[in-house]
């Protein structure tokens, strides 16, 4: 927004501090000189005191906007000629973290799966119902040979 060139009489900045006031109020604030322009339209109260004052000739809405920002400021409204925020920056640690975790999980998965599979031992084949002693004992029996 450029600065304001033209010097309102006394009772236009009354009139625009009015106007700037509504629109904080109302929450519909003029973010173009046709916007202020409808709106001037509407209040015929104070698009009066702007005419008297010089508006239409001496000064368009274009000249008042830069005001009307100031003064929604001063009321409390939002700074329309404040730089607006950056954007947020992509977070590129997100997906190695994610692949970490993920390959993590795995991991314990694995490891939980592997420690707890049963092993067969040593004594688990010689015990009676155990692997070689019970293959031998049933090979025995079919030749009729006992312990």
Do not use: C
Not at 33 to 45: H, I, M, N
Not at 46 to 59: A, M
């Amino acid at each position: 927004m450029r600065p304001p060139r033209y010097r309102f009489p006394d009772e236009v900045r009354s009139a625009i501090r009015t106007i700037a006031t509504r629109m904080v109020q109302d929450g519909n604030i003029a973010r173009s000189p046709q916007e202020l322009e409808e709106w001037v339209a509407r209040e015929p109260e104070i698009r009066e005191t702007l005419e008297d004052g010089g508006y239409g000739e001496e000064f368009t809405a274009e000249d008042m906007l830069p005001l009307v920002h100031v003064f929604v400021v001063q009321a409390g409204g939002p700074d329309l000629n404040a730089p607006a925020a950056p954007p947020p920056k992509p977070k590129r640690w997100l997906i190695p973290v994610a692949i970490a975790v993920i390959v993590l999980v795995f991991a314990i998965i694995f490891a939980a799966k592997a420690f707890s599979r049963p092993e067969r031992s040593v004594s688990s084949m010689t015990e009676p119902r155990g692997g070689v002693v019970m293959a031998m004992r049933k090979i025995g029996e079919q030749r009729g040979v006992s312990d």
